[in-house]
């Protein structure tokens, strides 16, 4: 490695310090010159003009309060790995509502931790904590378009998941899940990476067998309003065990259920968020059919656990993960509004096309391959996401007429239209 190399990547890392100690020294020099030592008037000349060097001085002072205050940004306590435990892990689609809670699990465990995002639905404020720690980078980059890097792990949770979100562009959701993750499959095999692919219990569609086991095939609408998303992650899993079986690529597969906690998007447009939110403002809760049709929900550090399990595994299939505990939609409505203590009614909706009549994870092959079982109830996580929503809402966050421009929420009755449980 030449000097210059070795140069580059010390000031890369070390920018702040190197900055502070810049801007130290010119502190110094003015200062100097400021009291005479060198040159006695507190002047000096620019082109034609004098200027007062103590504005300089004041100048520079600000700065470096400034860069004081970003030198004491205190990060959370990590540990100290050698080089050979610490692994360099990328997480497409990381500072989303699960990726940011991975994020968090990874850098705590003292790992160095690459997130990629496109900022779709994924917000900078979910992983704003690590922002400047040496072991942690933020890339604005669209999985579809490809990345190098050099990496031990990748999980690859890029994608729109809630029905507003991911049919509001099918095509580019299809693209993210077909060459997005050719692109990561194509990376991992190049620097020899174990990926995991965060799939989905939608591949199950509207399933014909209660509970799910991993080797029901499913029944899904291939041209239905659901299928953009529900097609792409069976390809995403079909390309996942090609690479597999052609190139040995080390590839892990989670079919995740509904989830559920802080840092979910207010315009998820999920049943959860949903329903809380519509509880705590004391707006009418929707239920869509007659509420009748059941969801199994986890709460987001339990399918934290489950996916770093199922990556540090030796089990390569597909893996449920998801909270075996069913609710109607009624009783699910019923029950947040007891927690919340709103005065909400409960409307009925049409249902939605496709929209699956019963969704339950048989976990039986978690628990005996990577010994994974949820350890959060619905009840407690609800609590936990209740204020999380309510602190949300406190703050303002919430969805306009005329804000945004592009992306989902700008056209606000296409974003109702497709909101779904």
């Known amino acids: 490695m030449s000097l210059q190399t070795s140069v580059e990547r010390f000031v890369k890392a070390n920018k702040v310090m190197v900055m502070t100690a810049c801007l130290l020294f010119a502190l110094a020099f003015v200062t100097t010159l400021s009291t005479g030592a060198v040159v006695k008037p507190r002047q000096k000349t620019v082109g034609t003009a004098v200027v007062d060097v103590r504005d300089d001085i004041v100048e520079i002072r600000e700065e470096l309060e400034r860069l004081k205050s970003v030198t004491n940004k205190v990060y959370p306590e990590v540990p100290i790995l050698n080089e050979f435990q610490r692994k360099r892990i ?42 400047g720690h040496p072991h942690f980078e933020l890339v604005m980059h669209d999985v579809v378009e490809p990345f ?20 509001y562009n099918p095509i580019h959701t299809i693209k993210t899940n077909s060459i997005g993750t050719v692109n990561m499959l194509g990376l991992a095999n190049r620097v020899g990476a174990r990926l995991l692919l965060a799939s989905t219990s939608e591949i199950y569609g509207d399933p014909e067998v209660h509970p799910q086991t991993e080797d029901y095939r499913g029944n899904v609408n291939t041209i239905g309003p659901r299928a953009c998303y529900d097609e792409a992650k069976r390809m995403a899993e079909t390309m996942c065990y090609a690479y597999e079986k052609q190139n040995h690529v080390q590839v892990r597969v989670a079919r995740i259920f509904n989830t559920f906690g802080p840092r979910m998007h207010l315009g998820d447009g999920r049943v959860v968020s949903n329903f809380i939110i519509q509880a705590l403002q004391n707006k009418p809760i929707t239920v869509y059919g007659k509420g009748q049709q059941t969801r199994s929900f986890q709460y ?68 005996r391959e990577i010994g994974w079982q949820p350890k959060v109830s619905v009840h407690d996580g609800l609590v936990k996401a209740i204020k999380y929503f309510k602190a949300e809402l406190d703050a303002g966050n919430k969805m306009v007429k005329n804000g945004r421009r592009s992306g989902p929420y700008a056209a606000l009755d296409l974003y109702e239209k497709n909101s779904q449980t």
Request: proline letters at 7%; charged letters at 25%.
């Open 90 to 131: 990328l997480i497409t689609g990381g500072a989303g509502f699960v990726g940011s809670h991975l994020t968090d699990k990874l850098m705590l465990q003292g790992h160095e931790v690459t997130v990629m995002d496109n900022f779709f639905t994924g917000r900078k404020k979910n992983v704003e904590k690590w922002i």
């Open 148 to 167: 190098m890097i050099e990496v031990d792990e990748i999980y690859h949770l890029a994608s729109p998941a809630s029905p507003p979100h991911y049919m």
């Open 300 to 367: 987001v550090s339990d399918l934290v656990d489950g996916l770093v399990a199922l990556m540090n595994g030796n089990y390569s299939k597909p893996v449920n993960i998801g909270n075996p505990d069913e609710y109607t939609m009624l009783q699910f409505a019923e029950k947040i509004k007891d927690i919340t203590g709103s005065e909400s009614e409960i409307v009925y909706k049409p249902l939605p096309k496709d929209d699956p009549s019963r969704r339950k994870p048989d976990i039986s092959l978690a628990k």
